[in-house]
């Protein structure tokens, strides 16, 4: 795939790149290539291949899924200025 001037200058403005005429030419030779070798990708055969999840070989640490109150009830209210049966008392907003 081979880029003109204008499809170059189209994709510096659209990355708000500001290119020198005097360099479009080189850029869209090297834009052609990157995407040359992004074709080729496209013919290697990826079908048995796993997802890459890391570069290292690991095993993430999981833990159970499961919905708690952090057992931290007690802490968090006791930063409220005001607390009553486990809940925040906090001023009526509504009429």
Do not use: H
């Not at 360099?23 to 890459?52: A, C, F, K, M, Y």
């Not at 499961?66 to 486990?86: F, I, M, Q, W």
């Amino acid at each position: 795939m081979s880029l003109d001037k204008a499809t170059v200058s189209r994709i510096a403005r659209l990355a708000r790149i500001r290119v020198a005429d005097e360099d479009l030419e080189r850029l869209g030779n090297e834009l052609s290539n990157i995407l040359g070798w992004v074709e080729q990708l496209n013919e290697v055969n990826t079908d048995d291949v796993p997802p890459l999840t890391s570069v290292v070989e690991m095993q993430i640490p999981q833990r159970r899924d499961a919905v708690t109150d952090g057992a931290y009830r007690d802490k968090v209210l006791g930063n409220a200025p005001e607390s009553e049966e486990g809940f925040f008392v906090v001023p009526k907003v509504v009429e």
